[in-house]
């Protein structure tokens, strides 16, 4: 059974480029979240998403940052006009029932804006 | 919501004695509380949780210990190896809530 993807592993953006960051859940796993982690920091909550809903987005920036979770295919973490601070590793999460427990990660995306 | 604090941010200690991390947590309705390891460049990684209505949980050098009145938790290492060398994460959740609220870490050194 493999684990949670997510591609690509490392990305590099220029300062007002887009970013699109893929996750791909683990078998049998319906329920996305997707977390930042500044370097040196804790984990942060972005948004939590099911097929084709968006759940929970109270942790994501208001402006630039969208996600979808589509019927078919990998949940995309969209980000438009990068900005520096934007820097970050971006994790995904599935887990098989829309809860906390079990979350199990991915490896992450390490964005870089230059 | 919720907010939780960890300590210390950095720990090292002589390769196998006891290494202790602590966690408090502010909204009293939190009743999940996992631990994750995380290495250098690598994804978090779930090593053990423990849920509000136990007050304790093993395996094997690993345990947490959960007080729900003064509202924190611990993870308990014992008999340490290099291995166990990494950032250790504690984090939170409420009952009907999706996501963990983690701390901000602990580097923990493990020297030989």
């Known amino acids: 059974n493999a684990g949670v993807m997510q591609n690509p592993r490392h990305l590099v953006r220029r300062r007002g480029q887009e970013a699109r960051l893929r996750c791909s859940p683990m078998?049998?796993?319906?329920?996305v979240y997707w977390y930042r982690q500044l370097p040196e920091e804790g984990l942060k909550f972005m948004v939590y998403l099911q097929k084709e809903n968006i759940i929970d987005e109270s942790g994501m920036p208001k402006e630039r940052f969208s996600a979808e979770f589509p019927k078919e295919g990998p949940s995309i973490l969209r980000i438009q006009q990068v900005v520096r601070g934007d820097s970050a590793a971006y994790f995904c999460?599935?887990?098989?029932?829309?809860?906390?427990?079990?979350?199990?990660f991915g490896p992450g995306t390490r964005l870089t804006v230059t | 919501g919720e907010n939780v604090e960890q300590h210390p941010s950095t720990l090292s200690v002589q390769e196998g004695d006891s290494a202790v991390i602590k966690c408090t947590y502010s909204?009293?309705?939190?009743?999940?509380f996992p631990w994750y390891k995380q290495e250098l460049g690598k994804r978090p990684q779930l090593i053990i949780d423990i849920r509000s209505n136990v007050g304790e949980k093993k395996d094997q050098r690993i345990a947490v210990t959960l007080n729900k009145t003064a509202k924190h938790f611990s993870l308990h290492i014992t008999e340490t190896q290099p291995e166990d060398s990494a950032v250790y994460f504690c984090a939170a959740s409420s009952r009907g809530a999706q996501k963990l609220v983690f701390g901000q870490g602990t580097r923990l050194t493990i020297n030989p």
């Open positions: 078998k049998g796993h319906s329920h």
């Open positions: 909204d009293s309705a939190s009743n999940y």
């Open positions: 999460a599935s887990s098989p029932r829309g809860s906390s427990y079990e979350q199990y």
